[in-house]
């Protein structure tokens, strides 16, 4: 941290409106929660929550009320101030001071401006000049930050917090950060904190694991284990889970799957094979690349070629600039039915048992071919290829 610790109990208020402040409030909060004097400590004195706190309407009554005490309750019927009362008014004023003190020392020097507008408008009373802040340096959170924060919270995984033993604590960890930025009316719930860990652990990390974690976001209330008062417990699920995956990291059993839920890929492999079984696509059992990753099949030149359609003539196995098809010569449908019909027949009669060299082989190249004949050639070529 930035600040001096011996000196101060949480970070400075530096004087920026909005997240710092946020900030701040949640840090000096935190830091004297346990400071009681009397029958309160300064932070309920801060909120204004401690039995004579600032006046406000009883919702149920038309009658004021000190911190949600009535206000008649500090009072005799001869209108003096009860002797219990006095001594809860006391308290009041006695954390108000103090509270004020520690107010002003937490906020920076450099604040000129904000330490004289509390001095001068709330004196030693460290509530009032807290709610002054507050209307200071509060800022609502807009409906498109909101957005972002619920982005930035769908986004976390495993993967962006790191495969290592300590994985489910960093990610709770990291969670609480998130949540952290949020106002505190918006923040995310314990069991949207709980099941958002749950559904990090997928099957492509650990199986038996994300089986677990599945049954107990479908589990009723009931029989929920991590469960308490209500809600779902995240202290209980680090508790529980965190040295589960610490045994199965150490075991080796725990996965670390790539971006998207993809595994690790070379050049020719197709992502997903693995999980669309596309047989068509993969290595055969008995190929050099079988046990590992699924491969494309990878074509020869030669192959490639072969493979290849001409846009002048339409035929396959040769490319333009190397077709026979003299120029002055353009192919009808006619011409395709008829290399067609003529190749059937020449298949038909090598099939009789004659043997190889029964096939009638049209001449490769050469002037004055019907344009049927170099088709012909084409199909020919790559049907014996």
């Known amino acids: 941290d930035d600040y001096d610790s011996r000196k101060y109990r949480c970070r400075p208020f530096d004087g920026t409106p909005g997240r710092s402040f946020e900030l701040f409030c949640r840090d000096f909060g935190n830091a004297f929660s346990r400071d009681y004097i009397g029958d309160a400590d300064l932070t309920t004195c801060m909120l204004g929550l401690d039995v004579g706190g600032y006046l406000e309407q ?43 003190s520690y107010l002003m020392e937490h906020i920076s020097n450099s604040n000129i401006n904000i330490r004289e507008m509390l001095t001068s408008q709330a004196p030693h009373d460290g509530a009032k000049a807290y ?15 909101l957005m972002e924060h619920d982005v930035e919270w769908d986004s976390v995984s495993l993967l962006t917090i790191g495969i290592n033993e300590h994985s489910i604590t960093n990610l709770i960890a990291h969670l609480h950060s998130l949540n952290a930025k949020r ?12 099941i958002k860990v749950l559904s990090c652990i997928t099957s492509d990390i650990s199986e038996s694991l994300a089986h677990k ?92 070629l072969k493979a290849a359609r001409c846009y002048r003539c339409q035929g396959s196995g040769h490319q333009a600039n190397v077709c026979p098809t ?10 395709w039915i008829a290399a067609l019909q003529s190749h059937t027949a020449a298949r038909a009669k090598g099939s009789r048992g004659k043997g190889k060299g029964s096939h009638s082989q049209p001449a490769k190249q050469g002037r004055g071919r019907s344009n049927s004949a170099y088709i012909l050639s084409d199909v020919t070529e790559a049907d014996n290829s």
């Open 58 to 100: 009883d919702p149920n009554t038309d009658r004021a009320v000190f911190g949600g005490i009535p206000m008649f309750q500090f009072y005799n019927a001869d209108g003096s101030i009860r002797t219990a009362a006095r001594q809860q008014l006391n308290d009041h004023i006695k954390r108000k001071r103090i509270l004020f």
């Open 131 to 145: 709610r002054i802040l507050y209307q200071q340096c509060h800022q609502d959170v807009d409906d498109l930050t």
């Open 183 to 194: 106002p505190s009316n918006k923040q995310k719930t314990n069991d949207q904190l709980v």
């Open 213 to 304: 974690c599945q049954e107990e976001i479908a589990a009723p209330p009931s029989q929920r284990k991590y469960w308490t008062d209500n809600e779902r417990d995240a202290i209980k699920l680090k508790a529980d889970l965190q040295p589960l995956w610490k045994i199965k990291f150490n075991q080796g059993a725990i996965s670390t799957p790539k971006e998207g839920g993809r595994r690790a890929t070379g050049g020719g492999v197709r992502p997903d094979a693995s999980y669309l079984k596309d047989t068509a696509l993969v290595a055969k059992p008995d190929s050099p690349a079988h046990g590992h990753q699924p491969q494309r099949a990878v074509l020869t030149s030669g192959q490639a």
């Open 326 to 335: 003299p120029a002055d010569h353009s192919v009808t449908i006619h011409d």
